[in-house]
């Protein structure tokens, strides 16, 4: 088979940046009253909150700073071009995901049609040992797809 090697395009990566900072940021939204309430608590309890104003200062900026953090994530992710090449020794990736994954390491992998994104479809993968190693996604056009699927299915062929 012949190597596949094609790049994520602006659609493709600004849907894997929106994917990815969905859940932190939900996550923040959903704890960010209940830190500022606990703060606030603390302080309250606190006979001498002189003696720990340090320590109510950073959990307090906390749930202001966090969006900001993950603010200054979400660039990288998105405008961070990304390579990937499929050929006999497994998969390369270069840009946002960087590394090799020869076949004998691919633990699993699945090929899915992304929500609201009809011109891509998205391959996850992970390595072994799948504890140490996470799932890493690739937005394959749907042009390479079948090539694609062909090498992932080979390389998890037994025979």
């Not at 959903?30 to 603390?42: C, E, F, H, Q, V």
């Not at 104003?53 to 900026?61: G, R």
């Not at 090539?147 to 998890?156: C, D, F, K, Y």
Request: glycine fraction near 4%; include cysteine.
């Amino acid at each position: 088979m012949a190597p596949v090697h094609f790049h994520e395009d602006a659609a493709a990566r600004q849907w894997v940046a929106v994917r990815t900072m969905r859940r932190p940021l939900f996550m923040l939204k959903i704890l960010s009253p209940l830190l500022m309430i606990g703060t606030l608590a603390l302080v309250i309890r606190d006979p001498d909150p002189a003696a720990h104003s340090l320590d109510v200062i950073w959990l307090l900026a906390l749930p202001f700073g966090l969006p900001f953090i993950l603010a200054a994530i979400y660039p990288v992710v998105r405008f961070l071009p990304q390579e990937w090449t499929i050929d006999a020794a497994g998969i390369h990736g270069r840009g946002r995901v960087r590394g090799d994954c020869p076949w004998r390491d691919l633990a699993s992998w699945s090929l899915t049609e992304p929500e609201r994104l009809p011109t891509h479809a998205r391959v996850t993968f992970q390595r072994t040992p799948a504890w140490r190693n996470p799932r890493s996604t690739m937005m394959v056009p749907a042009t390479d797809r079948a090539r694609v699927e062909a090498w992932l299915r080979h390389a998890s062929d037994p025979a």
